[in-house]
């Protein structure tokens, strides 16, 4: 077994991972970064699916990574997965990081997905192109607002962002900005959506669940406590409709067994004061009904809800691990 490959074996036993999403338009340019640590020696892609290691660039390849990036020029939608940088230290220590990668087909007549878009940056009139700081050599050539083409005196275009002048309620939208990424003499459309919101008050955004990921299978022992944590952003600013609770086969947890279930919730704010719940789904004792259960995080705002559902298997021995 390779020594890169006993580094990534290592990091999944004894060291926690961060996790952070991505959604990408299918057919654009997307460039992933691994966070920065001064003192790293080196960097290492993994397709989390396939346990494969994403190779510097060659000759043709769509898919590659280059230090702390990982490239898809472009995307294709059997790249939604998962996706892991491993950074090895000075001191030969390791710290991974886990990537998860939703490309969304393009729709005609739909601009964006409601899943891309990024929190208001400021209620002042300034609006930042996301996502453009990993490009180099990237050129707007055009913003929308409402998937309209943006235009009239009170917008001044300047480099990466553009200023409103004197907002109002009737700018409050969604704004695009279109821009071509070029990479060796190839042209490649990326295109990243901002809310603005004009005054300081509350917005709901489309409910995201950050985490657990539909359809994922938990490893347990029978006996053992466990803890299931969902995690959602609903908007921007405190909600006034703000719910993240879970469900075990469609019945609320308060009406379940309370000495072997219970719940625990608490709410924070991120950047760009984005608002987000957390759930922490507590069970005293695994039993063999709950193998067959569905464990069901939901997560409601006053603009829509949406939901994450999980099950349990038994842990298997690992293999390979000589």
């Known amino acids: 077994m390779g020594y890169v490959h006993l580094i990534f074996l290592s990091t999944f036993l ?20 691994c966070p920065r640590w001064s003192s790293s020696v080196k960097v ?30 472009p995307t294709s939608r059997e790249d939604s997965g998962n996706y892991t940088c491993v950074i090895l230290f000075s001191n030969n220590r390791t710290k991974s990081f886990d990537m998860s990668v939703h490309v969304h087909p393009y729709e005609r007549g739909i601009c964006f997905p409601s899943q891309i878009r990024y929190p208001n940056d400021t209620g002042r009139g300034k609006i930042v192109c996301p996502t453009i700081d990993n490009y180099k050599n990237a050129t ?20 990466k962002y553009i200023f409103i002048n004197n907002p109002r309620k009737e700018d409050d ?40 990921k539909d ?55 991120g950047r760009a004061q984005e608002y987000y719940r957390e759930t922490t789904l507590h069970i005293t004792e695994i039993k063999k009904e709950d193998l067959q259960a569905n464990f069901t995080c939901v997560a409601v705002n006053e603009m829509h809800n949406t939901k994450a559902t999980v099950t349990l298997q038994l842990k298997t021995p690992r293999e390979g691990l000589q």
């Open 140 to 159: 707007i050539i055009q913003w929308y607002k409402d998937c309209k083409p943006l235009q009239g005196e009170r917008y001044f275009k300047a480099e």
């Open 215 to 269: 359809n994922d299978v938990i490893e347990v022992e029978l006996g053992a406590a466990l803890s299931l944590k969902c995690q959602a952003r609903l908007g921007i600013k405190k909600q006034p409709i703000a719910v993240v609770t879970w469900d075990v086969d469609n019945v609320p947890v308060k009406y379940l067994d309370f000495s072997r279930f219970n719940e625990k919730t608490n709410f924070f704010e």
């Open 14 to 33: 004894s060291v926690s991972m961060t996790s952070e999403t991505f959604e990408a338009m299918e057919g654009e340019a997307l460039v992933i970064k």
């Open 44 to 73: 290492t892609w993994y397709h989390m699916d396939t346990s494969k290691i994403i190779p510097a660039e060659e000759e043709g390849s769509r898919i590659f990574s280059s230090k702390r990036f990982l490239w898809f020029l």
């Open 173 to 212: 939208g969604y704004y695009t900005c279109q821009f071509i990424y070029t990479h060796k003499g190839n042209m490649f459309n990326v295109s990243a959506t901002r809310i603005f919101i004009s005054k300081e008050k509350h917005s709901p955004l489309p409910p995201q669940i950050l985490f657990p």
